[in-house]
């Protein structure tokens, strides 16, 4: 069983950025494919980014291409989010996502597990 832990969400001003981390345990975690999903109130969750077990291949939503970044250090168990031009469209509850599936595509299919994810507010 992995266990996902994030960090770095907050309120930033629409423009700003942010930096997510997701610290993973329990699991061999360069082998696996990571992600990033995303709820905001109200609505069901989607999918944000997602990378390959050796970071050659990225996947973004249309909403976030160009904007945000999606990165892993297999040697710290990490895998980062960095996120820029903010808008407050991209309020909402960020989870880290793992699967043991690999990964070809944007899709919200195929996740196993996430965290208990990160607040992110993004203030007009």
């Known amino acids: 069983q992995v266990q996902l832990v994030e960090s770095g969400g907050g309120l930033v001003q629409a423009g700003g950025s942010l930096r997510l981390s997701c610290a993973a345990s329990?699991?061999?975690?360069?082998?696996?494919?990571m992600g990033w999903l995303r709820q905001a109130p109200g609505k069901e969750r989607e999918f944000v980014a997602a990378?390959?077990?050796?970071?050659?291949?990225?996947y973004y939503a249309k909403s976030v291409k160009d904007r945000f970044t999606i990165s892993r250090d297999n040697a710290k168990n990490t895998v980062y989010l960095q996120m820029n031009s903010l808008k407050p469209e991209d309020t909402a509850v960020y989870y880290c996502a793992e699967r043991h599936s690999s990964i070809s595509t944007a899709t919200m299919v195929g996740w196993d597990s996430w965290g208990q994810g990160t607040q992110v507010t993004v203030s007009s």
């Open positions: 329990g699991r061999t975690f360069s082998m696996f494919a």
């Open positions: 990378i390959n077990w050796s970071g050659g291949n990225t």
